[in-house]
Antibody
Framework: EVQLLESGGGLIQPGGSLRLSCAASGFTFSSYAMSWVRQVPGKGLEWVSTISGGGGTSYYADSVKGRFTISRDNSKNTLYVQMNSLRAEDTAIYYC???????????WGQGTMVTVSS | SYVLTQPPSVSVAPGQTARITCGGNNIGSKSVHWYQQKPGQAPVLVVYDDSDRPSGIPERFSGSSSGNTATLTISRVEAGDEADYYCQVWDSSSDHWVFGGGTKLTVL
């Protein structure tokens, strides 16, 4: 069964750092680009970042560029996002998602909540 | 940056057809993808590349795209189709993945 399982969310103070992880199973992880998508509870979806299957290319939304770093460890089938200089507006559910043909998100994790508050 | 516009809400009676639109500049030249999200759950891909369905998605879900509008059509709507629906494209000019604001489908 194809599965994505996020972890690492929690309560963090403004200006702090947090690293989220996403463990993948049931597919050849290194063959697919992976992404992070976030959602403020009750609001819409916002794409955050994408990394290529080999890890050599990454893309970021303007709202997180320079503060977030996406990475992956294909030997561990795990996707990461390092979030620095966190702001209140980064508060959201963070989903990891597998990319189909580099354009559509065909598999999603259950999400992990990040709350940035003092 | 590329913008996708969806109506905030659509209402339909059971058994009828729901049409959810997604507007964008020359969206017909892009591949459009649609997601269903029920409360408390992660989104689910229901249509990709304008009109293809992933395995397990009922044939009642279909999509089309032309000009400045893409449409998700849900035929023979059921109570279980009540959810938020999001359109999405990949904007090649910016290498950004873009979502519409979402449409809440209410089954009357």
């Amino acid at each position: 069964e194809v599965q994505l399982l996020e972890s690492g969310g929690g309560l963090i103070q403004p200006g702090g750092s947090l690293r989220l992880s996403c463990a993948a199973s049931g597919f050849t992880f290194s063959s697919y680009a992976m992404s992070w998508v976030r959602q403020v509870p009750g609001k819409g979806l916002e794409w955050v970042s994408t990394i290529s299957g080999g890890g050599g290319t990454s893309y970021y939304a303007d709202s997180v560029k320079g503060r977030f770093t996406i990475s992956r460890d294909n030997s561990k089938n795990t996707l990461y996002v390092q979030m620095n200089s966190l702001r209140a507006e980064d508060t959201a559910i963070y989903y990891c998602a597998k990319l189909l043909l580099m354009v559509a998100f065909d598999i999603w994790g259950q999400g992990t909540m990040v709350t940035v508050s003092s | 940056s590329y913008v996708l516009t969806q109506p905030p809400s659509v209402s339909v009676a059971p058994g009828q057809t729901a049409r959810i639109t997604c507007g964008g500049n020359n969206i017909g030249s892009k591949s459009v993808h649609w997601y269903q999200q029920k409360p408390g759950q992660a989104p689910v891909l229901v249509v990709y590349d304008d009109s293809d369905r992933p395995s397990g998605i009922p044939e009642r879900f279909s999509g089309s795209s032309s000009g400045n509008t893409a449409t998700l059509t849900i035929s023979r709507v059921e109570a279980g189709d009540e959810a938020d629906y999001y359109c999405q494209v990949w904007d090649s000019s910016s290498d950004h993945w873009v979502f519409g604001g979402g449409t809440k489908l209410t089954v009357l």
